[in-house]
Protein backbone atom coordinates (compact mmCIF):
# COMPACT_ATOMS: atom_id res chain seq x y z
CA UNK A 1 0.00 0.00 0.00
CA UNK A 2 1.36 3.44 -0.92
CA UNK A 3 2.69 4.88 2.59
CA UNK A 4 2.83 8.68 0.78
CA UNK A 5 0.54 10.47 -1.39
CA UNK A 6 1.29 13.28 -3.17
CA UNK A 7 -2.06 14.17 -5.61
CA UNK A 8 -1.01 17.20 -7.44
CA UNK A 9 1.37 15.94 -10.35
CA UNK A 10 2.08 19.41 -11.90
CA UNK A 11 1.20 22.40 -10.41
CA UNK A 12 2.01 26.38 -11.93
CA UNK A 13 2.21 28.87 -9.67
CA UNK A 14 3.23 32.90 -10.34
CA UNK A 15 6.07 34.37 -8.89
CA UNK A 16 5.59 36.02 -5.62
CA UNK A 17 2.31 33.81 -4.84
CA UNK A 18 2.36 31.55 -2.24
CA UNK A 19 2.00 27.53 -2.84
CA UNK A 20 0.02 24.65 -0.99
CA UNK A 21 1.60 21.32 -1.49
CA UNK A 22 -0.57 18.18 -1.00
CA UNK A 23 0.92 15.31 1.36
CA UNK A 24 -1.10 12.17 2.59
CA UNK A 25 0.34 9.52 4.39
CA UNK A 26 -0.42 6.46 5.96
CA UNK A 27 0.83 4.94 9.59
CA UNK A 28 -0.06 2.65 12.48
CA UNK A 29 3.22 3.49 14.27
CA UNK A 30 2.99 6.79 16.28
CA UNK A 31 6.23 7.71 15.97
CA UNK A 32 7.62 9.38 12.66
CA UNK A 33 8.92 12.03 10.49
CA UNK A 34 7.50 13.63 7.58
CA UNK A 35 10.19 15.63 5.23
CA UNK A 36 10.00 17.75 2.15
CA UNK A 37 12.58 17.25 -0.27
CA UNK A 38 12.94 19.82 -3.48
CA UNK A 39 14.60 18.38 -6.46
CA UNK A 40 15.60 20.68 -9.27
CA UNK A 41 16.44 19.52 -12.90
CA UNK A 42 20.38 19.15 -11.65
CA UNK A 43 18.85 16.26 -9.93
CA UNK A 44 20.06 16.85 -6.25
CA UNK A 45 17.50 16.48 -3.89
CA UNK A 46 17.45 19.40 -1.42
CA UNK A 47 16.59 18.61 2.41
CA UNK A 48 14.00 21.58 2.71
CA UNK A 49 12.16 20.59 5.84
CA UNK A 50 11.13 18.22 9.04
CA UNK A 51 8.02 17.59 11.14
CA UNK A 52 8.15 14.66 14.20
CA UNK A 53 5.10 13.18 14.89
CA UNK A 54 5.14 14.36 18.59
CA UNK A 55 6.14 18.23 17.24
CA UNK A 56 3.46 20.53 18.88
CA UNK A 57 4.31 23.05 16.39
CA UNK A 58 3.99 23.42 12.96
CA UNK A 59 7.78 23.36 11.58
CA UNK A 60 8.92 26.47 9.51
CA UNK A 61 12.01 27.33 7.39
CA UNK A 62 12.33 30.72 6.04
CA UNK A 63 9.69 30.63 3.00
CA UNK A 64 8.61 26.89 3.39
CA UNK A 65 6.41 26.15 6.51
CA UNK A 66 4.49 22.75 6.86
CA UNK A 67 1.21 22.48 7.64
CA UNK A 68 0.64 19.54 9.47
CA UNK A 69 -2.75 18.20 10.20
CA UNK A 70 -2.09 14.83 12.05
CA UNK A 71 -6.04 13.87 12.66
CA UNK A 72 -5.71 14.06 8.81
CA UNK A 73 -2.78 12.09 8.59
CA UNK A 74 -1.65 15.22 6.28
CA UNK A 75 1.37 17.60 5.89
CA UNK A 76 1.33 19.85 3.39
CA UNK A 77 4.13 22.32 2.31
CA UNK A 78 3.45 25.83 2.16
CA UNK A 79 5.88 28.27 -0.39
CA UNK A 80 5.47 32.05 0.35
CA UNK A 81 6.65 34.41 -1.67
CA UNK A 82 7.29 31.99 -4.76
CA UNK A 83 10.35 32.65 -6.96
CA UNK A 84 11.75 31.83 -10.36
CA UNK A 85 14.28 29.47 -8.21
CA UNK A 86 11.51 27.70 -6.77
CA UNK A 87 10.60 25.68 -9.97
CA UNK A 88 11.37 21.94 -9.62
CA UNK A 89 9.81 18.60 -7.90
CA UNK A 90 8.88 18.34 -4.69
CA UNK A 91 8.85 15.40 -2.84
CA UNK A 92 6.84 14.36 0.65
CA UNK A 93 9.10 11.46 2.16
CA UNK A 94 7.47 9.50 5.77
CA UNK A 95 10.51 7.37 8.04
CA UNK A 96 8.27 5.34 10.61
CA UNK A 97 9.89 4.38 14.23
CA UNK A 98 11.60 6.41 17.03
CA UNK A 99 15.25 5.73 16.62
CA UNK A 100 15.18 3.49 14.67
CA UNK A 101 16.29 2.35 11.02
CA UNK A 102 12.99 3.10 9.24
CA UNK A 103 13.92 3.66 5.43
CA UNK A 104 12.75 6.95 3.94
CA UNK A 105 9.95 6.27 1.88
CA UNK A 106 9.27 8.51 -0.92
CA UNK A 107 5.66 9.80 -2.81
CA UNK A 108 5.59 10.51 -6.03
CA UNK A 109 6.07 14.26 -6.25
CA UNK A 110 4.80 17.32 -7.40
CA UNK A 111 6.50 19.39 -10.61
CA UNK A 112 6.06 22.84 -9.74
CA UNK A 113 6.81 25.68 -12.04
CA UNK A 114 6.91 29.57 -11.63
CA UNK A 115 6.20 31.61 -13.95
CA UNK A 116 7.06 36.17 -14.05
CA UNK B 1 31.63 21.66 3.91
CA UNK B 2 32.01 19.37 0.95
CA UNK B 3 28.76 17.77 0.10
CA UNK B 4 27.92 14.00 -1.14
CA UNK B 5 29.68 13.11 -3.73
CA UNK B 6 28.90 10.22 -6.70
CA UNK B 7 30.67 9.46 -9.74
CA UNK B 8 30.11 9.02 -12.32
CA UNK B 9 27.53 11.90 -13.41
CA UNK B 10 26.19 9.58 -16.45
CA UNK B 11 26.06 5.98 -17.55
CA UNK B 12 25.03 4.30 -20.55
CA UNK B 13 25.90 0.60 -21.06
CA UNK B 14 24.34 -2.48 -22.36
CA UNK B 15 22.10 -4.52 -21.04
CA UNK B 16 23.94 -7.68 -19.42
CA UNK B 17 27.09 -5.42 -18.91
CA UNK B 18 28.36 -4.41 -15.43
CA UNK B 19 28.40 -0.77 -13.92
CA UNK B 20 29.55 0.59 -10.74
CA UNK B 21 28.53 3.71 -9.24
CA UNK B 22 30.74 5.30 -6.17
CA UNK B 23 30.01 7.15 -3.43
CA UNK B 24 31.60 9.57 -1.18
CA UNK B 25 29.49 10.57 1.90
CA UNK B 26 29.91 13.46 3.68
CA UNK B 27 32.89 14.19 6.48
CA UNK B 28 31.72 12.26 9.71
CA UNK B 29 28.66 10.65 8.59
CA UNK B 30 28.23 7.45 9.75
CA UNK B 31 24.64 6.14 7.87
CA UNK B 32 25.06 6.01 3.92
CA UNK B 33 22.23 5.26 1.57
CA UNK B 34 21.57 4.26 -1.80
CA UNK B 35 18.34 5.02 -3.50
CA UNK B 36 17.33 4.45 -6.88
CA UNK B 37 14.64 6.71 -8.51
CA UNK B 38 13.04 5.68 -11.57
CA UNK B 39 11.64 8.44 -13.85
CA UNK B 40 8.18 9.52 -12.32
CA UNK B 41 8.63 8.10 -9.31
CA UNK B 42 10.25 9.25 -6.14
CA UNK B 43 13.33 7.35 -4.75
CA UNK B 44 13.13 4.15 -3.45
CA UNK B 45 15.93 2.83 -1.06
CA UNK B 46 18.22 0.01 -1.71
CA UNK B 47 20.58 -0.40 0.85
CA UNK B 48 21.40 1.51 3.99
CA UNK B 49 25.21 1.13 5.45
CA UNK B 50 25.58 2.13 9.21
CA UNK B 51 29.78 2.40 9.56
CA UNK B 52 30.38 -0.50 7.34
CA UNK B 53 27.49 -2.73 8.07
CA UNK B 54 24.60 -3.36 6.44
CA UNK B 55 21.48 -1.73 7.98
CA UNK B 56 18.62 -2.40 5.66
CA UNK B 57 19.15 -4.05 2.20
CA UNK B 58 15.55 -5.92 2.05
CA UNK B 59 14.72 -4.04 -0.90
CA UNK B 60 18.10 -4.61 -2.97
CA UNK B 61 17.81 -7.16 -5.68
CA UNK B 62 20.51 -9.46 -4.47
CA UNK B 63 20.75 -11.32 -7.83
CA UNK B 64 22.11 -8.72 -9.52
CA UNK B 65 23.05 -6.03 -7.50
CA UNK B 66 25.16 -5.83 -4.73
CA UNK B 67 27.08 -2.88 -2.75
CA UNK B 68 29.85 -2.76 -0.16
CA UNK B 69 31.45 0.18 2.28
CA UNK B 70 34.70 -1.50 3.65
CA UNK B 71 35.98 1.22 5.40
CA UNK B 72 32.92 2.85 6.29
CA UNK B 73 33.27 5.88 4.45
CA UNK B 74 33.22 5.16 0.66
CA UNK B 75 30.90 2.68 -0.88
CA UNK B 76 30.28 1.09 -4.14
CA UNK B 77 27.31 0.41 -5.81
CA UNK B 78 27.23 -2.46 -8.16
CA UNK B 79 24.84 -4.20 -11.26
CA UNK B 80 25.70 -6.94 -12.88
CA UNK B 81 24.50 -7.94 -15.12
CA UNK B 82 21.99 -4.81 -16.04
CA UNK B 83 18.93 -5.13 -17.55
CA UNK B 84 16.64 -2.10 -19.29
CA UNK B 85 14.79 -1.78 -16.03
CA UNK B 86 17.67 -0.74 -14.29
CA UNK B 87 17.57 2.81 -16.17
CA UNK B 88 16.97 5.17 -13.48
CA UNK B 89 18.96 7.61 -11.29
CA UNK B 90 20.80 6.16 -8.51
CA UNK B 91 20.92 8.76 -5.62
CA UNK B 92 23.45 8.34 -2.24
CA UNK B 93 22.90 10.34 0.67
CA UNK B 94 24.32 10.47 3.82
CA UNK B 95 23.51 11.20 7.72
CA UNK B 96 25.66 11.82 10.68
CA UNK B 97 23.69 9.20 12.63
CA UNK B 98 19.94 7.57 11.48
CA UNK B 99 16.93 9.13 12.11
CA UNK B 100 19.05 12.45 10.98
CA UNK B 101 18.11 14.21 8.23
CA UNK B 102 19.85 12.94 4.82
CA UNK B 103 21.42 14.85 2.82
CA UNK B 104 21.98 13.84 -1.11
CA UNK B 105 24.47 13.83 -3.59
CA UNK B 106 23.77 14.83 -7.34
CA UNK B 107 22.99 11.35 -8.44
CA UNK B 108 24.37 8.75 -11.36
CA UNK B 109 22.23 8.50 -14.37
CA UNK B 110 21.92 5.41 -15.68
CA UNK B 111 20.64 4.19 -19.00
CA UNK B 112 20.68 0.35 -19.83
CA UNK B 113 20.31 0.11 -23.92
Known sequence: AQKITQTQPGMFVQEKEAVTLDCTYDTSDPSYGLFWYKQPSSGEMIFLIYQGSYDQQNATEGRYSLNFQKARKSANLVISASQLGDSAMYFCAMREGADSWGKLQFGAGTQVVVTP | ?113
Open chain 2, 1 to 113: EAGVAQSPRYKIIEKRQSVAFWCNPISGHATLYWYQQILGQGPKLLIQFQNNGVVDDSQLPKDRFSAERLKGVDSTLKIQPAKLEDSAVYLCASSWRDPDTQYFGPGTRLTVL
